[in-house]
C-alpha cells in the first residue's frame, strides 16, 4: 500500500521568504509528527498530532514555525522568514496510535531544505 | 520527563564480528522502546520494539535488542555484522506513563562495518 509521502522532495529558498511542507500520512493513522534532521544527525522533534486532541507543540523552535493537520489527515509545516538555520531536512512520520501507543512510526522520504 | 540517550557517535566494527548499538532511557512509567536505521539517502525504516513480554526482541535483518530494565537499557545487537549493516541507527522512546506521552529519538550512533 502507500506509504507516507512528502513534498515537495527538495526546496531551495531565499533567506526571508516563506515555505510550505506537506506530508500525507497512510490512510488511517491517527497519529501525525514532524522531526527536523540536520546534515545527517539526530531527530530533532518539532510537533505532534493525535486525533482530534491538541497538537504538542512543544518542539516547534520560534514562533516562525507553526504547522496544521486538516481533517485528521494531511499535514502543512509552515516556516515563516526562513534563515539558513532552517536548512535541514524535514521528517514526517504517521503511526496507527488510536487507543494503543505501541506501534511504530512509519516515515517519509523527507523533504530537503536550502536556505540560500 | 522521558529521554533517551545513545553515548557513542560512531561505533566501528569489522565484518563478521558481533556488534552493540547502545541505548540507555529514563521515564516515569514502563517505556515502549523502537529502534530505526537510516541508510545512506534512504528514509527511517522500523527495525524492532520492545512493548512487553520477552526481554530479548528479535528484528529485521538479523537484529535484536535486549531490554534490561534494571540497567534502564535497551542495547541492538548482531552476531555477525555485515558491510550492508553501516547506517545510521536511532534509538526512541515512549513513556506509558502519560497518554499524551510522544515518541523521542536518541542522537543516533553511526555504524561503520569494515570489510
Known amino acids: 500500500g502507500a506509504g507516507v509521502s512528502q513534498s515537495p522532495s527538495n526546496k531551495v529558498t531565499e533567506k526571508g521568504k516563506d515555505v510550505e511542507l506537506r506530508c500525507d500520512p497512510i490512510?488511517?493513522?491517527?497519529?501525525l509528527y514532524w522531526y527536523r534532521q540536520s546534515l545527517g544527525q539526530g531527530l530533532e522533534f518539532l510537533i505532534y498530532?493525535?486525533?482530534?486532541?491538541?497538537?504538542?507543540k512543544s518542539g516547534l523552535p520560534s514562533d516562525r514555525f507553526s504547522a496544521e493537520r486538516t481533517g485528521g489527515s494531511v499535514s502543512t509545516l509552515t516556516i515563516q522568514r526562513t534563515q539558513q538555520e532552517d536548512s535541514a531536512v524535514y521528517l514526517c512520520?504517521?503511526?496507527?496510535?488510536?487507543?494503543?501507543?505501541?506501534?511504530?512510526?512509519?516515515f517519509g522520504p523527507g523533504t530537503r531544505l536550502t536556505v540560500t | 520527563a522521558q529521554s533517551v540517550a545513545q553515548p557513542e557517535d560512531q561505533v566501528n566494527v569489522a565484518e563478521g564480528n558481533p556488534l552493540t548499538v547502545k541505548c540507555t532511557y529514563s521515564?516515569?512509567?514502563?517505556?515502549?522502546l523502537f529502534w530505526y536505521v537510516q541508510y545512506p539517502n534512504r528514509g527511517l525504516q522500523f527495525l524492532l520494539k520492545?512493548?512487553?513480554?520477552?526481554?530479548l526482541v528479535k528484528g529485521s535483518y538479523g537484529f535484536e535488542a535486549e531490554f534490561n530494565k534494571s540497567q534502564t537499557s535497551f542495547h541492538l545487537k548482531k552476531p555477525s555484522a555485515l558491510v550492508s549493516d553501516s547506517a545510521l541507527y536511532f534509538c526512541?522512546?515512549?513513556?506509558?506513563?502519560?497518554?499524551?506521552?510522544?515518541?523521542?529519538f536518541g542522537s543516533g550512533t553511526r555504524l561503520s562495518i569494515r570489510p
Open positions: 520492545y512493548i512487553t513480554g520477552d526481554n
Open positions: 498530532f493525535q486525533g482530534n486532541s491538541a497538537p504538542d
Open positions: 490512510s488511517g493513522h491517527t497519529a
Open positions: 512520520a504517521s503511526s496507527p496510535e488510536a487507543g494503543y501507543k505501541g506501534y511504530e512510526q512509519y
Open positions: 521515564v516515569s512509567g514502563n517505556p515502549y
Open positions: 526512541a522512546v515512549r513513556d506509558t506513563y502519560s497518554s499524551a506521552s510522544k515518541i523521542i
